[in-house]
Structure formats: C-alpha cells, structure tokens
C-alpha cells in the first residue's frame, strides 16, 4: 500500500473541458458498422432504423457528444452518393483499405445522421480529400445543410429528409500523410486551402473545420500546417496517436495474452501521449497564441495484433483492464491539455481496436473501456482545476507515475478521475481541495482480480462499475484504490 495525499485547487478554475473530449468514432471496418451498429431494419436484434437497440442505449448511457464517420482510411476512398437513395440500387464498392470485401453501402448519409439524433451526438463527418475531389466534398455539405431549393436539396427531399440537418464538425481529410494520399505537408496544406475554400456553411453555425494532423509525434507536420494555413482557415488541426505495447508495428503484442512487464510497457506508451500533446500544443500556441485553431485527437487508443483466425483486416481485439487502465490515462491527460484540446475520439465504438462494446450476434458486451467513459462523464463540460496526484512511482525501473489524475468541477460538483497504474501496490488517497467544502462524496471503481480480466459473452459483467466507500475526516476525504483500478471520487457541497 502506498500513501497519497492528493491536493486540488477547486476554486482556480483553468479551463474548459469540452464534451467532445470524450468523443467516439465509427469507421466501415471490420464489424464496426454492419452487424456491430448497423443490422438492418429486417433484423430479429432490436432496432431503430436498422440501429442496433441496444447499442444507442449504451452510447446515450455515457453521453457520447460526437461520433466521427465514415473513416478512417475508409473516408479517403468514400463517396457519399454511393449511400443515399434506394439501398437496393446503391453501388457496391471493394473495400479497398480494409480486406478487400464488399461495401454495400446500405449505412449510408441518411443512416448516420438518423444515429446522431437517436444517440443525441454530434456528427463529425471525415471528407474525402485523398480519391475524392473538391466538388464532391462541397456538394456532401450542400446535400447536407442547405435550406434552399437547389438540385442537391431535392435530391435529399426525394430521399426522405426534408429538413437540413445540423453539420458543425468537419474533417478535410484523413491520414494524409499515409493512407490518404501519401502526401508531403506542404502540398497537403495547400490542398487543405483548396478544399476548405468551398466548403461552405449554410446552416445557423459556422463550419468548424478540421485538418489533417500528424502522425503521432511528428512535429514537423503541425509546424508546417500551423505555418502555411494559420489560424484563419481551419478550426482544428487533428493528432493521431496509437498504443501500441511493443513500440513495433509488425509485432505489437496480444490483446490477453501479456506479462507484466507488457503491462508496464503499454502505460507507458500511452503515457507518451503527454509528451506528443505537449510538443504540439507547444508549436500551436508560437503560431497561435490566442488558442483559436483547436487540437483534435480524432483518432487515439491501444492496437494489438489481431488473434489467430480473425480476419487481420478487421482489427478485432478483446479488452482487458490494461485498456482500461491506459484508457484513462489518455482521458485524464485530454483533461489536463483541455486549455487546447477541443475534442478526442477513441478508435473505435464497436468492435474495432480499442472498442468501447463488442458484438457477436444479438449478443453486446461493455468493455473495461466503456467503464471507464462512464466513470469520466462527470468532467464533460467542467471547468478543469488543479490536481497533484503525487509522485510515486510504479513500473519496472520506476518510470510511470502510479496515479493518473484529473479534477474538474461543474454546477458545484467536484468529479476527480484517477488510475492507480500500479500492479502490486493499493494507493491509499488522501483528498484535500482548497476552495470545496465537500459536504457529501461518493466514489466508483473499476477494478477486478487481474489486469487480464476482460468481459466476455458468457461472463458479461467479470469487469464492472463499483461502490468504494469513502471517508471523510474534516475537510480530508479518505479511500483505497485497488492496483489495476480507475476511480472516480464526486463531492457535492
Ligand atoms: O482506426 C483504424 C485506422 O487507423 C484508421 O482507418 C486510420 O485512419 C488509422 O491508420
């Protein structure tokens, strides 16, 4: 056990944590979209729509702000008028980035918005701009947002949505530098100028758009972006940052079977996530020192090899608590970066990498994941405050933090967030807040028996949300977090 006093400044608020933080997004991959979201409005799995029931009980559960669709990769090679209209007629496309099988397209436009309104989220749509071209792109939004008679609107009016729908977020692009188009960021920049210039907005609020980022820490990217576009014709510069336990692509590492020492590597590698949020934010604030242009981690989460006889294309993997541990390791450091980060989105909702629910069938489970997003809703729209988590530290050679933080406070509620990161060792917190005289506090844990402890259809509930009790004495609240665990404390005055 090792002791923790945990000092929080509640009365010097820093900044805002956008909802979207706590973002998702949804790619035609693998059993992301069909069978995982989308069965069909003929499926004997409930539905609405074709919309698996079950699954937007589940996002509207942990108040899932904004969904990104339709890629991914996927996005640089879609075209949007291949799903609308009549599903029996619309085209079926070779799904050139993930195993080359068949994209009807019956998810379609009209699909995805109709799921925005039913989850209560804001849509994200990722353009195309690596196979796709300037005018198709204007044409989508067109399609999408405009109020007046034009051949586009019709075209919507016939295929059964009279009114616009409500478009703010805005991806001009995806992966630029690799599966969008291989390009250089000089060149992307300027393509993102081209593109973004009749990218119009029609609806009450403006266009929040969003261009291509790095990859992970390549810092060179953000600076030629920030320099060549500025702060003027985009809203948003994206990041995309993977965990990948081994550091090595070609051999990264099993979702289940792993040592402790695999444990210990992959939360540090999701702990590099601090170092690459930092640098970037470093070269936005040279180039954008009123913080206009937001970060968008619009693609982040831990990837694993696929498990032997899984299609490798359909990036399935099982979630254990380790996901769930770095999970919130990354929300807790989006938290802290908040001044700057305007939304995150975990890849992905279903089925794919680090998913939040598995499908199989009718069957639906929560991942440790899903746990945690419910663990943190309490933040979404909070103002960040202070939190020194101490430094003790954890890991083979010392090198994590033990506890992860975060605190926030919203409507005089006080949410705090942390990991205990440690495998060996209970961390024993002892909560002191200037400024929040806490009244009443209540604590959640995710915790279970192992770090290898997942969900699985048999066993839906190994891994779940707890009661940890909580003392008070005096102002000082007093708990024991588990190793292995996430917990979120909320004090009400
Ligand atoms: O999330 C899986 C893939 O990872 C996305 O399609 C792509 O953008 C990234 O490389």
Known sequence: MKHIDLHIQADQPLSRIAPEIYGHFS?????????????????PIPNINGVRKDVIDAFRQIRMPVLRWPGGCFADDYHWRDGIGPREQRRKRVSRYWGHITETNAFGTHDFFALCEQIGCEPYLAGNLGSGTVQELSDWIEYITFDGDTDLTELRRKN????????????????????????RPEYYADEYKRYQSFCESYGDEPLYKIACGANGDDFAWTETLMSAVGNKLMNGLSVHY???PSGIWEKKGDCLDFTDAEYYATVSRALYMDTILQRHIAIMDQYDPEGKVGLVVDEWGNWYDPAEGDNPHFLHQQSTMRDGVTAAVNLNLFNRYSKRISMANLAQAVNVLQAILLTEGAGLIKTPTYHVFDLFKGHQGGMLVSADCGDIRTGADGEIQMLSCSA???????????????????????????????AKAEAQVLSADSCRAHNTFDKPDTVQLSALPVTQDGSLLRLTVPPCAVVCVTAYT
Request: hydrophobic share 35%; proline share 1%; aromatic share 10%.
């Open 27 to 43: 790619e035609h991959l693998g059993t992301c979209m069909y069978g995982g979201i989308y069965v069909g409005a003929d499926s």
């Open 408 to 438: 926030s406070v919203k409507d005089g509620v006080l949410t705090l967030t942390a990991a205990n990161c440690s495998l060996d060792d209970a961390a024993e917190l002892c909560i002191s807040a200037d400024g929040f005289a806490a």
């Open 242 to 244: 993977y965990t990948v």
């Open 160 to 183: 059964g949505r009279e009114q616009p729908w409500k478009l703010k977020y805005l991806g001009i692009g995806n992966e630029n530098w690799g599966c969008g188009g291989n390009m």
